[in-house]
């Protein structure tokens, strides 16, 4: 079995060695420039830690590990479009570096190179990984969908929301897993499992990420803290916050959210003093933790020796309770 | 064996009786819109008649066919962003009836379903079809980087001009009757040469249109005659112009494409006339007969009986020396 870093480290040199010689350089730069832009590769790791959880071969594992990293990083292109972000990982994003043509096109063209990395596995087994894979991809886009709309939709539900980082986000955990199960010829249980494992880490990730943007430390978290609520995003700890607030404080809330004249830094601390009152922060954890929980009863249902699960373990209890 | 009649009513039906129930709307109705734009339909048909020339099976093959027009529709959603069309069929284009984000999005949408139709073929045969398919996707996003690039780009030669006619439309054309050709279990000679006629019938075809773009009958062709003129299009019969005109011609044909103060119907008045004397007309259609006679020379070589290619030379002339 693999340890973390030495998976890590695998995947980085797979990274470092992609080249497209392809012409025209204008749409295979913006490619090398996204996938050289780092990041925690959490999804092609999670492909190469639920193949090694069934001993399967990781060398031949490392370009369809690749197809998911190159799928993601082209939802990332044509996300930073449609959210008119100017940075991605503290560099500019490709539509801004080149432009929005440059950055769909270039978009379009590594979707088409994940799926043919992702070809290249055993044909046996290409049906299964390609449904999975397809079907991903659409719950992924449908999630974004309905990230847009929450932005115009006066009422939106928890579950609603719960629903919509389970496909934007979600998803592509679990199906990251379950492929390099699948590569590693696990059971078609242990590879249900396996993804139940992966959908509930990414729950709980992002309501982590919510948490931070608000209640993180800027320097480890690596952007401005309260950006959700200076963009009126309707996350997790706004959703809460709506749902338990006493009247007063619901007021406050919904002033905050639609006064265009308070300036983002005092909206940042109204807010925050408000969650805080109302105990958001805990109340966010106490779900979060119910997603550990639910991630570590599917883990602890597959069908391998309790000590080849560490890693995934230690992986989940790391970016669920990150402060980075 | 079908008839080409008989091949587009199986295939109208299917493209009718395609349903999306899934959520969110916002999503998949631009992909239903699209699709019932209507439109020639040439790239399935092209798949249904190259998997009937072989005598495969048309039923199951309807939906891996429409994968390709489901692949063609993304490309035109997204370039029709990139070019800023207001319309397509004579009707809205899905970023101006809805907006850029959805024509993003669905069209990203529309390019997964289109491997989920592709994806339901024999296992046996899936490998190859993908990485055919896969590899004809990152062409056609090639040909429309380099169409973009060539607007910007001084000097553009003939020889750069087919190229990227060839990347951007004719390789969907070879690509096309070659996915049919597989699942029809032609032999890999037999599938290369319907490719070769494929590529060939899409240079052809697209000389065409740009020939019918200038000396087209407006009411016929169903757009507006000397678009790319007005757009200083650097198409064929411009290159050809510009490799053949005298001093005199040259200089006015470079005027007419450079200052802006000329009226567009005047415009392509004059551009007109300078081709219609260097005789550009009768040399476009040189070019074509060229393609035409080297797709014949490819459907040659296919091992079946003669008789059944009867249906796809009618369709080459059909689509080569159309006036619409």
């Known amino acids: 079995m693999h340890s973390l870093s030495s998976l890590r480290t695998k995947l980085e040199q797979s990274i470092a060695a992609l080249s497209f010689q392809d012409k025209p350089v204008e749409l295979y730069e913006p490619i090398i420039y996204t996938m050289n832009l780092g990041g925690k590769r959490i999804r092609p790791l999670l492909f190469l830690m639920g193949c090694d959880l069934f001993d399967g071969d990781i060398e031949s594992s490392l370009r369809p590990a690749l197809a998911i990293e190159l799928f993601h990083n082209f939802t990332l292109l044509h996300d930073d479009i449609m959210d008119k972000a100017p940075l991605r990982r503290g560099k500019d994003t490709v539509y801004k ?17 994940a799926y043919d990395f992702l070809t290249e596995v055993d044909p046996a087994l290409l049906p299964e990984m390609l449904k999975l894979f397809t079907q991903t991809a659409r719950e992924v886009c449908e999630g974004q969908q309905y990230d847009m709309n929450f932005e115009k939709q006066s009422s939106v539900t928890i579950a609603d929301y719960i629903q919509m980082i389970r496909l934007k986000t979600a998803v592509l955990l679990g199906c990251s897993l379950k492929l390099g199960a699948i590569l590693g010829h696990a059971s078609p249980v242990d ?3 396996i993804y139940g494992f992966g959908e509930n880490l990414g729950l709980g990730f992002q309501l982590q ?12 978290f690596g952007k401005a803290i ?4 200076v963009t009126n995003k309707k996350t997790f700890l706004y959703l809460k916050a709506m749902e338990v607030a006493v009247p007063n404080d619901l007021s406050a809330l919904k002033h905050c959210f639609s006064d265009p004249k308070i300036q983002p830094k005092e909206k940042v601390n109204r807010v925050r003093d408000i969650y805080t009152r109302l105990d958001i922060h805990e109340k966010t954890k106490d779900q979060i933790d119910i997603y550990y929980a639910n991630a570590l009863k599917c883990l602890q249902e597959i069908h391998v020796e309790e000590n080849r699960k560490e890693e995934l373990k230690a992986l989940a209890k790391q970016l669920l309770f990150r402060d980075f």
Not at 97 to 113: C, E, R, Y
Not at 226 to 229: A, K, N, Q, R, Y
């Open 97 to 113: 570096k080149w432009n929005t043509n440059i950055a769909i096109l270039s978009g379009d063209t590594m979707f088409a190179i």
């Open 209 to 220: 990420d919510d948490l931070l943007d608000v209640f993180g430390n800027e320097d480890k």
């Open 226 to 229: 309260g950006g959700d609520i």
């Open 191 to 193: 590879a249900n499992f």
